[in-house]
């Protein structure tokens, strides 16, 4: 499995596939794409509250910047996803 794939789980929201890729390899939770995008900013970019808060409990990188610079904070607020920014606030997001 490549890292492609948690980002496309993330994408998708298919939580389970991503909770099988993780806990087979921890440091999938902040793998970045040819954007520099974690899965956060996937999950942030579709408003995948579910796995958003997996990847968050797992240690994912929550002010972690894409190739744009931009946080998957600052996605969530473009998409205008209040649930998906209270939870991000929640662990520090700047």
Excluded at 27 to 51: F, N, Y
Aim: net charge negative; glycine share 6%.
């Amino acid at each position: 499995m490549t890292s492609l794939s948690v980002h496309s789980a993330a994408q998708k929201n298919q939580l389970s596939l991503l909770r099988t890729l993780v806990s087979e390899d921890a440091k999938l939770v902040d793998a970045v794409d040819a954007d520099q995008r974690t899965p956060l900013h996937w999950a942030a970019s579709t408003g995948s509250l579910d796995v958003a808060r997996y990847l968050l409990s797992s240690g994912a990188q929550v002010d972690k910047l894409d190739g744009s610079g931009w946080t998957a904070l600052h996605i969530a607020g473009l998409i205008n996803n209040v649930f998906y920014v209270h939870d991000l606030l929640s662990y520090s997001a700047s």
